[in-house]
């Protein structure tokens, strides 16, 4: 059974910092890319950014490109959101995400975590 779940959410003042984990099970790992989607109140599920199977390389989304920034470790099976610099308009609900060539958009995500809640505060 693969199972994504992520954790780190929370409350955040304007300014602030979180990370978030999503560690895996029941999936190669290694086989994927694995990448980070958000949902705003009311709003379409959107790229925040992927890494590839080997971890050598990101993409972003321009809103959170030199704010945020995605990391993997293979061995644990988990990947990583550094968010730093939030803002109001960071807030939405976080899921992590496994497939391939995932920065083309959740289309292209086998595997979803169950998300996890991220509010900045002003």
């Known amino acids: 059974q693969v199972q994504l779940v992520e954790s780190g959410g929370g409350l955040v003042q304007a300014g602030g910092s979180l990370r978030l984990s999503c560690t895996t099970s029941?999936?190669?790992?290694?086989?994927?890319?694995m990448g980070w989607f958000r949902q705003p109140p009311g709003k379409e599920q959107v790229f925040v950014g992927g890494?590839?199977?080997?971890?050598?390389?990101?993409d972003y989304a321009d809103s959170v490109k030199g704010r945020f920034t995605i990391s993997r470790d293979n061995a644990k099976n988990t990947v990583y959101l550094l968010m730093n610099s939030l803002k109001p308009e960071d807030t939405a609900i976080y899921y992590c995400?496994?497939?391939?060539?995932?920065?083309?958009?959740?289309?292209?995500?086998?595997?979803w975590g169950q998300g996890t809640q991220v509010t900045v505060s002003t």
């Open positions: 995400g496994a497939g391939n060539s995932i920065n083309r958009g959740p289309m292209y995500v086998e595997w």
């Open positions: 890494i590839s199977r080997s971890g050598d390389s990101a």
């Open positions: 029941g999936l190669s790992f290694r086989s994927y890319d």
